[in-house]
């Protein structure tokens, strides 16, 4: 006659169940920062910025600096600020910005877009083709231009 050990064979039980949640939990928790590394390389490696202007105002603590900043199709800028304001003008593609607070706004070549000091944004080509902005700053000297918010 068999005899089963119920208390013994509740506790394996128990113990595989456990062993079972804890590796689901490291392989979710893995994809996740694997998920999370691709997008944050995608950004750094599809967005690319070349500076153009940095020139002071002649006011006591402004300048300006003009950018033109090129981004893969697909690619979004993380979510930042700028110490000052900032006009933004499509060059080529078409870019969807949303500024914290509005309405996402799709902008095409030609057209041109202000986002004031501080105001929180991301922007992204949605189109199928590399898209191109010339962003001008108007900036607090001696301020990272760019601070990147959570």
């Known amino acids: 006659m068999l005899r089963i050990n119920t208390r013994h064979t509740i506790g ?16 979710l928790s893995q994809a996740q ?17 070349t500076d153009l202007v940095r020139e002071d105002l002649g006011a006591a603590d402004r300048e300006v600096t003009q950018v033109l900043v090129d981004f893969d199709p697909g690619v979004t800028s993380p979510k930042h600020a700028h110490p000052g304001v900032e006009v933004a003008h499509v060059i080529s593609g078409t870019f969807e910005y949303q500024l914290e607070g509005r309405a996402p706004v799709t902008l095409k070549a030609g057209d041109s877009l202000y986002i004031p000091e501080g105001v929180a944004h991301v922007a992204k080509n949605v189109g199928q083709d590399k898209a191109s902005e010339l962003a001008t700053y108007i900036a607090r000297k001696g301020q990272p231009l760019l601070i990147l918010k959570e």
Do not use: C, I, P, Y
């Open 33 to 49: 920062e694997t998920q999370a590394a691709s997008a944050m390389k995608s950004w750094q490696q599809g967005l690319h910025r």
């Open 12 to 27: 394996k039980l128990g113990l595989v169940l456990t062993a079972a949640g804890l590796a689901a939990f490291a392989s």
